[in-house]
Antibody, heavy 122, light 110 residues
């Protein structure tokens, strides 16, 4: 059974960089069959797509976050990562990693991590 | 990319049917049959309920169905049950090769 697990600091200071990693188990991130994405949810609010990455390193980003987002893959470790720089309190959210069920931006997110809360505060 | 428009809340009694709408534009919902729906209970990760407008993943109850007309997609829950009380989100592929979520709908079982 595929499992995804987010990890990273739960508290980040304003203006610094938020860094999260998603570890995939029960399947290979190097498969050419899937895309891998990040989605966030501010407390009490809706879901927002952040970006998606393919094992080759091809990325797709939300235009509203594109200037601050970098995603990468580490195939030997079966992980993919998110970096969001110059964070503010508005970036406080539960961050989810998820798999898209085929290698297309049109694919649905069929497996999700449990989510990790990141708070931006001094 | 603006968020898709969903009603903030929908309610129904047990056994009834309810429909949640999700309105976009010709650049997202209206242009492609790539709309999916997610159910989210409090404190939990979203769960895929419908994909490609009308398809149900294995294990999802057939009480959930999806449809689309023009720029609006819909999720219908038939035979409403207490366990269906949750937040529901739509998402669509867009012409910019991205995806966009709806704002979410809280379903209350009366």
């Amino acid at each position: 059974q595929l499992q995804l697990q987010e990890s990273g600091p739960g508290l980040v200071k304003p203006s610094e960089t938020l860094s999260l990693t998603c570890t995939v188990s029960g399947g290979s991130i190097s498969s050419d069959t899937y895309f891998w994405g990040w989605i966030r949810q501010p407390p009490g609010k809706g879901l927002e797509w952040i970006g998606t990455i393919y094992y080759s390193g091809t990325t797709y980003y939300n235009s509203s976050l594109k200037s601050r987002v970098t995603m990468s893959v580490d195939t030997p470790k079966n992980q993919f990562s998110l970096k969001l720089n110059s964070v503010t309190a508005a970036d406080t959210a539960v961050y989810y990693c998820a798999r898209q069920s085929w290698a297309s931006m049109a694919a649905p997110f069929d497996y999700w991590g449990q989510g990790t809360l990141v708070t931006v505060s001094s | 990319q603006s968020a898709l428009t969903q009603p903030a809340s929908v309610s129904g009694s047990p056994g009834q049917s309810i429909t949640i709408s999700c309105t976009g534009t010709s650049s997202d919902i209206g242009g492609y049959n790539y709309v999916s729906w997610y159910q989210q209970h409090p404190g939990k990760a979203p769960k895929l309920m419908i994909y490609d407008v009308t398809y149900r993943p294995s294990g999802v109850s057939n009480r959930f169905s999806g449809s689309k007309s023009g720029n609006t997609a819909s999720l219908t829950i038939s035979g409403l049950q207490a366990e269906d009380e949750a937040d529901y989100y739509c998402i669509s592929y867009t012409a910019s090769v991205t995806v966009v979520f709806g704002g979410g709908t809280k379903v209350t079982v009366l």
